[in-house]
């Protein structure tokens, strides 16, 4: 038995049985958060003890620092800006799930002999919550991306937003009919404060990483940086008491929107070690499940969850036809949205800690942990064949401009021309890849391509020739921090040379290639000076990747989709 003073050796033993759990449950084609869920149930307090409560009292900040790492992944899908051509359809979206949802749990709780109204609107606003960490870890686990992902992430932080206004508005209600009118103010600036704190808190975090950011391009400081944003937004929300997931979810708004073109800061910086979290996070959660209210509770929680999920999915399909989506999307949103934890556990403790709903907090705890097992254990599930049959899984590409590593980069160019850098660059490529031709003829055909065609604009030139053999796009860098004599076409002296190899038949390919590298020179002009000044391969390699999160491809998509 595991207890408290032993926190590492117990966070080693979750990695572990989380990662076996996980692995074992994908054999049997169930998600890996299910199996770390069960395994967590298993080994818990609530089960056979292994691990105790005191332990995993100890092991909380390390929850929390995951649940804020998962909330700022969340909000960082809200970019205005390419969402724009979405609006209409999550507008919908949050519309019927505000209404149809909290109406049918409303009711089902009714049915089930709660009468107390202030109860059952409690209720009612919490079924809205969807949990953002198995969603986000479904997605990343089945390598999805599309519209159809983005419209199920952009839903999920919407409805945790809404989740938490609507619930302190049904707490305050319930509070203001207890103790009586004396707390009609409460029930107007409640709930705006627990969005306007949660909100400033976020926005300032993130406008203070940006600016401290600016010209940072070590991937070392912007993990720093991204780790202090993150423990500094959920302390502070700890603090002045409200929700770290709504000023997390704040803080990847404001990063998304500030600072779009930079996604090596927030969430993205952690993403060697994904599965390491998610592992311990959902082995965490199945911990702390209690099945002590499983039977008291078993049949009013049975009814919440059957009521909650015909909303969910009720609220997708009306809105989703009425957007005239994908019929993929108007098919299977709904039953992406049905798993819980995250912002619903918390509610559960808010109520526990109101002295004034003391006389219902313990039905609203055994019926919302009891709902909460049941979701998190059904809803990877839906949510995993959800996006499947969305057609949207394995459809995450490896990064455009993968193909420069370090050793593809040269950032000491001893050419003067661009004909001479071009030269050295074909050299260089073909020592390092069986293309097929060799070294002059690339040159040559390079060049000629560049003939009466305009360079690319930024001191950035991309000359490429056509090979016959290869299945992918070969290229090598060159950085010439002084310039060479040859200028682009918008007057500035050529400091980057990209000498790409092109296989027949990878034209789309080839020009995604381009518009990465285009973008990745062109999105930010301090980025730009750090990658002509960059004093080694490996510094330049950090520079250009730190761009290459999302190719123009993506934006585009996210742009014109309807």
């Known amino acids: 038995m595991l207890d408290s ?27 890996g958060m299910t199996g770390q869920i069960v395994i967590g149930a298993l080994l818990g307090p609530s089960l056979l003890g292994l691990v105790t409560a005191g332990a995993l009292h100890e092991l909380r900040p390390m929850t929390h620092f995951a649940l804020g790492l998962i909330a700022v992944a969340v909000g960082n899908h809200l970019n205005f800006r390419l969402l724009r051509a979405k609006a209409g359809r999550l507008a919908l979206l949050l519309l019927f799930e505000v209404t149809l949802t909290p109406l ?73 009919s207890r103790v009586g ?16 704190e949660p909100l400033l808190i976020g926005v300032a975090v993130g406008a203070v990483v940006v600016v401290t ?41 404001a990063l998304a929107n500030f600072t779009p073109d930079r ?23 199945g911990m702390e499940l209690d099945f002590a209210f499983l039977v008291p509770a078993g049949g009013l929680a049975l009814l919440f969850v059957l009521a909650r999920a015909a909303g969910k999915v009720g609220a997708a399909r009306l809105a989703m036809g009425l957007a005239k989506a994908p019929t993929s999307t108007q098919r299977y949103l709904g039953i992406a949205l049905i798993p819980q934890a995250g912002v619903a556990i918390g509610l559960v403790f808010v109520v526990q800690d109101d002295p004034h709903l003391a006389d219902v907090s313990d039905l609203f705890l055994a019926v919302g942990i009891t709902a909460v097992a ?47 850098a071009v030269g050295e660059l ?9 293309i097929g031709v060799d070294a002059a003829t690339l040159r040559d055909e390079a060049l000629s391509e560049l003939v009466g065609a305009p360079f690319a604009g930024h001191g950035l030139a991309i000359p490429h020739a056509a090979i016959s053999q290869g ?35 990878l034209g789309d390919r080839h020009l995604e290639v381009v518009a990465a590298l285009v973008r990745a020179v062109g999105s930010d002009r301090s980025l730009e000076h750090a990658l002509y000044h960059a004093k080694s391969p490996q510094e330049a390699f950090q520079v250009l990747h730190a761009t290459d999160a999302a190719d123009l491809n993506e934006i585009l998509e996210n742009l014109n989709a309807s």
């Open 5 to 31: 003073g032993h926190s590492i050796l117990t966070l080693a033993l979750i990695l572990v049985a989380g990662l076996v759990a996980g692995w074992l449950a994908r054999k049997i084609t169930l998600p």
């Open 104 to 176: 049918l749990v409303f009711g089902g709780m009714w049915l089930g002999g709660v009468s107390d109204w202030g109860l059952g609107a409690m209720f009612a606003a919490m079924a809205i919550a969807t949990a953002p960490a198995t969603v986000v870890a479904i997605i990343a686990e089945s390598k999805a991306r599309g519209a159809f992902v983005r419209t199920l992430i952009a839903g999920v932080a919407l409805n945790n937003m809404a989740c938490i206004l609507l619930f302190e508005i049904a707490r305050s209600a319930a509070t203001v």
């Open 181 to 196: 009118a004396g707390s009609t103010v409460d029930l107007i600036l409640g709930p705006a404060i627990q969005l306007l």
């Open 213 to 253: 950011t600016r010209r940072v391009v070590r991937s070392d400081l912007l993990a720093s940086a991204s780790v202090v944003a993150i423990l500094f937004t959920a302390g502070v929300s700890d603090l002045v008491g409200v929700s770290p997931l709504l000023s997390c979810l704040f803080l990847g708004v």
């Open 263 to 285: 996604d090596e800061i927030g969430h993205r910086v952690f993403q060697d070690f994904e599965s390491a979290i998610f592992a311990v996070f959902f082995t965490l959660a």
């Open 374 to 420: 049941i979701n998190e254990i059904v809803g990877p599930i839906t949510t995993r064949l959800a996006v499947k049959r969305s057609g949207e899984a394995g459809l995450t590409a490896p990064g455009t401009m993968d193909f420069l590593r370090p050793d593809h980069i040269v950032t000491d160019l001893a050419s003067g021309t661009l004909a001479e």
């Open 426 to 434: 074909a050299e260089r490529l073909v020592s390092m890849h069986d």
């Open 471 to 505: 299945t992918d796009i070969v290229g090598v860098m060159g950085i010439s921090a002084a310039g060479l004599e040859d200028h682009t076409n918008d007057g500035q002296p050529v400091h980057c040379v990209v000498l790409l190899a092109t296989p027949s038949g």
